[in-house]
């Protein structure tokens, strides 16, 4: 699994996705698919939005394709 994988998928996909929906399509686990959004996003090829959680969970994202 590569960046490339992910960033195929975010471009095919259009919208918005978290990260368990991409670690379910491409088949592999959650720190692979982690360590090439952040890759990807430092590079600007992705953007992120938060996502509005209870008083003291962990941060989540949605991630897309910057079209």
Do not use: H
Not at 6 to 19: N, P
């Amino acid at each position: 699994m590569s960046q490339g994988d992910v960033l195929e998928l975010l471009k095919k996909k259009k919208g918005w996705m978290i990260t368990g929906e991409i670690m379910s399509e491409l088949e592999v686990s959650r720190v692979q698919v982690n360590r090439a959004l952040r890759c990807l996003f430092k590079e600007g090829i992705v953007m992120r939005k938060e996502v509005p959680i209870r008083r003291g969970g962990r941060q989540r994202y949605l991630w897309k394709y910057k079209d």
